[in-house]
């Protein structure tokens, strides 16, 4: 697809908003557009929140915004719908992981069967990309599913809605389980640094490009 001169809106997490990087502007967004030529790249990346909805209210109300509630409220017009979450589901959210044949938004694999159906609804002429979460230093839950079940069910259900899926897991060339590439990558082990930023943007952009 072109990407000089599109619309684009970004739904996300902390990754997203920017957390990480010393400024917003080094966020993967504002790299990627400034890279390829975007004309708007919008920002409704919120720190905290998760696809499927929260059952205990959390001390800080904006993380119970899951991605579901806020489809509504970015601008119509986008050529291009980025979505990069899930990471926040597996690492606090208490939403059950839930089946492929879940339809609402209180289990992880419903909420991504209702985000999608959601987006496509309300964008049907756009292109939505989900992508899937990058490493992170811990991907062991004793309560959960490992993180890598939670990256299959966004790419099994994107396959229902015909919806690209660019995956960071497999693709990034970002672990911080290894010590040099955290260091690099992502001190704290998860947020993006500008150099882990400028990687997702320049391996989107590639991945973009070639839809």
């Known amino acids: 697809m072109k990407l000089e001169g599109i619309k684009a809106n ?3 997490d902390s990754i997203t ?6 400024d917003v502007k080094y966020a993967y967004l504002n790299v990627l557009k400034d890279r390829y030529g975007l004309a708007v790249a919008r920002n409704y990346g919120i720190s905290g929140t998760r696809i499927a909805r929260q ?6 109300p904006s993380f119970d915004r899951d991605f579901c ?7 119509p017009d986008a050529d291009l719908v980025v979505v990069f979450g899930g990471t926040n589901d597996f690492g606090h959210g208490d939403a059950p992981f839930g089946t492929p044949d879940d339809r609402t938004v209180d289990t992880f694999c419903g909420a991504c069967h209702v985000l999608m159906r959601s ?4 964008f049907p002429a756009a292109t939505v990309v989900f992508m899937t979460p990058l490493h992170r230093a811990v991907e062991q839950n004793p309560a959960k599913p490992c993180l890598a079940a939670y990256v299959h069910a966004i790419k099994e259900t994107a396959e229902v809605y015909g919806i690209p899926v660019f995956d960071l897991y497999a693709n990034a060339g970002i672990n ?10 992502a001190a704290d082990g998860l947020h993006p640094t500008v150099a882990g930023a400028a990687r997702i943007a320049e391996r989107l952009g590639n991945f973009l490009l070639s839809l």
């Open 10 to 12: 970004f739904l996300g």
């Open 17 to 22: 908003a920017g957390v990480g990087v010393p």
């Open 55 to 60: 059952q205990t209210p959390y001390s800080n």
């Open 69 to 75: 509630s806020r489809v509504d409220e970015m601008d």
């Open 119 to 122: 987006l496509v609804e309300k």
């Open 176 to 185: 911080p389980q290894i010590p040099a590439q955290r260091e690099l990558y």
